[in-house]
């Protein structure tokens, strides 16, 4: 596989559950990001890892947490959600958190709804 | 001020007509700049970046204007499948020691046969 994978690639979840998302990168780079995109808003960056360490959380609230056990794989754990939570998640990487000139590679993303 | 504006559209074009989109920027320390397409429920791809002394891929071309803090993209031959969203992406310090990209809302458009 290349580029950066995402699964599930839809999820249906009520607010008391648990669940993961899930994002792989076979491209090498040392940066990943998890990123939320809501109807009419403009993506918004949620958590910035860079060698596997959190560098940056743009006041994510507690019910999503990260977790970047290697550099090619990043997981966002979600329990007790809200409707408000339903958007699209998506995963990107990059080379490094740097001025850099090539951009971010996207996943594919999960649209998760919660019921 | 928001980070990242631009015109929310829709642009409904015919097919070969030239579309331009605008785009303007807040943070004057921002050192990356780029196009993204976004096609309707995928993810954003990038389309191309931008640089002051201007770039052109086929039949788009892109222009960055440092000192207005403003960027543009030009769509020349209008064709069907250049109906997407169009995201003006700034690659902005954070201020903690990472840069991170900042988008705008995006502008659709539609080319209409």
């Known amino acids: 596989e290349t580029g950066v994978t995402q699964t599930p690639r839809h999820l249906v979840m009520g607010m008391t559950n648990k669940k993961s998302l899930k994002c792989e990168q076979h491209?090498?780079?040392?940066?990943m990001y998890w990123y939320k995109q809501s109807a009419k808003k403009p993506l918004e960056l949620m958590f910035v890892?860079?060698?596997?360490?959190?560098?940056e959380n743009n006041s994510v609230p507690s019910r999503f947490s990260p977790e970047c056990p290697n550099s090619s794989h990043l997981f966002l754990h979600l329990h007790t959600l809200q409707p408000e939570d339903s958007a699209l998640y998506l995963c990107?990487?990059?080379?490094?958190?740097?001025?850099?000139?090539?951009?971010?590679?996207f996943g594919s993303g999960t649209r998760l709804t919660v019921v | 001020r928001k980070e990242v504006e631009q015109d929310p559209g829709p642009f409904n074009v015919p097919e070969g007509a030239t579309v331009a989109f605008n785009c303007t920027y807040s943070?004057?320390?921002?050192?990356?700049f780029f196009w993204y397409r976004q096609d309707c429920r995928k993810e954003p791809k990038l389309l191309m970046s931008?640089?002051?002394s201007g770039n052109e891929d086929g039949r788009f071309t892109a222009q960055l204007n440092r000192a207005s803090q403003y960027i543009s993209l030009l769509i020349r031959d209008s064709k069907l499948s250049d109906s997407a969203t169009y995201l003006c992406?700034?690659?902005?310090?954070?201020?903690?020691?990472?840069?991170?990209?900042?988008f705008g809302k995006g502008t659709k458009l539609s080319v209409i046969p």
């Open positions: 943070n004057s320390a921002s050192q990356s």
């Open positions: 931008v640089y002051s």
């Open positions: 491209l090498g780079h040392n940066a």
């Open positions: 890892y860079s060698l596997e360490e959190r560098v």
């Open positions: 990107a990487s990059s080379q490094d958190i740097g001025p850099q000139p090539y951009g971010y590679t």
């Open positions: 992406v700034v690659n902005m310090d954070s201020g903690a020691g990472s840069y991170q990209l900042t």
